[in-house]
């Protein structure tokens, strides 16, 4: 069975639209595109390096396709390059090798290599997906696709990058169709810029508790009384 990973960045406020620049993804009037830029260090080279790193299939909305198909492709490789912009390389091949499946209403012509069209019916396609054999089925940007896979429960593992910023308003990673669940913090580590990256495995149903006492006072009951 395969494992289904999503890997985000965030604001401290859930926004996830347009993080790499301002040209991305204005739509709705959105004008903090690149707003991850400023706090870009090594550290987070090394977590997204180690991300891409290991072997994976990537699964992506229409849009966030249309974006990744007009610029990857044309990240031309160079073995001189150091630094940042041989890990932008580096990206690039991989995300060329991938199987693309991309979720789109209708079909439509898919000019990156590699590439397929889920279907009709994402969800149940992506869960068709988990059931084969392969490696882990990624996402990338994808907001409203995500909505989709997390209203049907599909999403193993979220691997986030919460920036120390507030946005205010965008596409936001989760939103009201998502369906409740616990997750486990497998790891965490903070940047210097101030970055956390963390991942969480889900970890089953949501799980409530109380701390009210066990004999309520008269005001609470009242309290209680007036919010039915």
């Known amino acids: 069975m395969r494992k289904l990973v999503t890997a985000a960045f965030v604001s ?11 040209e991305e993804d204005p ?8 707003w991850t830029f400023p706090y870009w ?32 492709p044309y990240v ?9 912009d041989a890990a932008t ?4 091949d991989v995300f060329g090798r991938a199987t693309k499946y991309v979720a789109s209403r209708t079909p439509r012509e898919l000019s990156w290599k590699n ?27 994808s907001s409203d696709f995500l909505q989709t896979l997390f209203a049907a429960d599909l999403v193993d593992e979220v691997r986030l990058l919460t920036f120390p910023v507030v946005l205010g308003g965008g596409k936001r990673l989760f939103g009201e169709r998502v369906k409740p669940g616990a997750f486990h913090l497998a790891r965490s580590l903070i940047s210097p810029s101030g970055v956390i990256l963390a991942s969480y ?18 005001a609470e009951l009242e309290r209680r009384r007036n919010l039915s």
Do not use: C, N
Not at 27 to 34: A, H, K, L, P
Not at 89 to 92: L, V
């Open 12 to 22: 401290l406020d859930g926004v996830m639209q347009a993080p790499g620049g301002p």
């Open 89 to 92: 390389d580096d990206i690039a």
């Open 76 to 84: 031309a490789a160079d073995p001189g390059k150091e630094g940042p």
């Open 201 to 218: 495995d889900r970890a089953g149903e949501v799980r409530t508790g109380s701390f009210a006492s066990e004999a309520p006072s008269a």
């Open 27 to 34: 739509t709705g009037g959105f004008r903090f595109g690149g």
């Open 115 to 141: 590439s397929r069209w889920l279907g009709p019916d994402a969800a149940a396609a992506v869960a068709e997906l988990k059931q084969g054999e392969g490696p882990d089925l990624l996402t990338q940007g």
């Open 41 to 72: 260090d090594e550290t987070l080279a090394h977590g997204t390096a180690e991300t891409f790193g290991r072997p994976f299939d990537l699964l992506l909305g229409r849009k966030t396709y249309d974006i990744f198909a007009a610029y990857w």
